[in-house]
Nanobody, 117 residues
Framework: QVQLVESGGGLVQPGGSLRLSCAASVRSGSSFSFNTLGWYRQAPGKQRERVARITRSSATDYTDSVKGRFAISRDNAKNTVYLQMNSLKPEDTAVYYC????????WGKGTLVTVSS
């Protein structure tokens, strides 16, 4: 079984930066380093969308709206995945979720990011 805990959300002004972290607690039978990890977000009134994903070989992909602004990375020694978010826009406001697997079979509870002046 896997538990995911996100942190790092908050209120930031447009143009600002935030770094989200997701720490995984993994019981026997699962391996952090062998799994694809992702960040998803859900804005009010909208469907959840995938923001970024990183594979076991650290290949990455991003939704078009965040390319060049966001960067996903992983630290297998710490069982942690990160999302560096730069040049934030009001439309980035959402609850951000960490996900394990492809397709995801474990989810964190989310962390709220609000971009507003």
């Amino acid at each position: 079984q896997v538990q995911l805990v996100e942190s790092g959300g908050g209120l930031v002004q447009p143009g600002g930066s935030l770094r989200l972290s997701c720490a995984a607690s993994v019981r026997s039978g699962s391996s952090f380093s062998f799994n694809t990890l992702g960040w998803y977000r859900q804005a009010p009134g909208k469907q959840r969308e995938r923001v970024a994903r990183i594979t076991r070989s650290s290949a990455t992909d991003y939704t078009d709206s965040v390319k060049g602004r966001f960067a996903i990375s992983r630290d297998n020694a710490k069982n942690t995945v990160y999302l560096q978010m730069n040049s934030l826009k009001p439309e980035d406001t959402a609850v951000y979720y960490c996900a394990w697997g492809n397709p995801p079979n474990y989810w964190g509870k989310g962390t709220l990011v609000t971009v507003s002046s």
